[in-house]
């Protein structure tokens, strides 16, 4: 079975950095990209960036470049998403996906992130 | 960046009758397109992949159509485990990407 597992929910201070993680399992993690997508608490779905563990090609949405920074770790078959310095405007749940023919599937359980001072 | 409109917001529907629900892309993705479902507390799942295919395991009362910049979700017969909210997203320009805004689909 094809499976994303993300790292569980994170209560953070404005300012902190955090890195979230997904493992994909059941399939080769090399061969398919993975993305995030951010929502924003009663929101809708944002893409925020791509990656293509094999070569660590990445991609941003223009609305995330410089904000967060996708990486993945092909030998542990796990891809993070990380930011430098929270704000809290960044509480929202995360999802990891990944890109079967362009779409997304399957996708995490999703990572719940809370940053409140 | 391609925006994409679902409307309408919120569509109420009694059990077991058909619900359609829209997706206008601000210009042409082909058939580009995928239709998700989100229950509350849930991950999106994928149901609808190239405008029309059902993903797996998708029952055969979700169906897809539409080409260009209009496409179309239609659920023949709402079950009680089909109040959701649904979600298009087009993927013309890979890896960029847009969802739309989501329709909920709520018991009458």
């Known amino acids: 079975e094809v499976q994303l597992v993300q790292s569980g929910a994170e209560v953070k201070k404005p300012g902190e950095s955090l890195k979230i993680s997904c493992k994909g399992s059941g399939y080769s993690f090399t061969s398919y990209w993975i993305g995030w997508v951010r929502q924003m608490p009663g929101k809708g779905l944002e893409w925020m960036g791509i990656?293509?563990?094999?070569?660590?090609?990445?991609r941003y949405s223009p609305s995330f470049q410089g904000q967060v920074t996708i990486s993945a770790d092909k030998s542990i078959s796990t891809a993070y998403l990380q930011w430098s310095s929270l704000k809290a405007s960044d509480t929202a749940m995360y999802y990891c996906?990944?890109?079967?023919?362009?779409?997304?599937?399957?996708w995490g359980q999703g990572t719940l992130v809370t940053v409140s001072s | 960046e391609i925006v994409m409109t679902q409307s309408p917001a919120t569509l109420s529907v009694s059990p077991g009758e058909r619900a359609t629900l829209s997706c206008r892309a601000s210009q042409s993705v082909s058939s580009n397109l995928a239709w998700y479902q989100q229950k509350p507390g849930q991950a999106p799942r994928l149901l609808i992949y190239g405008a029309s295919t059902r993903a797996t395991g998708i029952p055969a009362r979700f169906s897809g159509s539409g080409s260009g910049t209009e496409f179309t979700l239609t659920i023949s017969s709402l079950q009680s485990e089909d109040f959701a909210v649904y979600y298009c997203?087009?993927?013309?320009?890979?890896?960029?990407?847009?969802f739309g805004g989501g329709t909920k689909v709520e018991i009458k």
């Open positions: 997203q087009q993927y013309n320009n890979w890896p960029s990407t847009t």
């Open positions: 990656i293509y563990p094999g070569d660590s090609d990445t």
């Open positions: 996906v990944r890109s079967y023919g362009s779409w997304f599937d399957p």
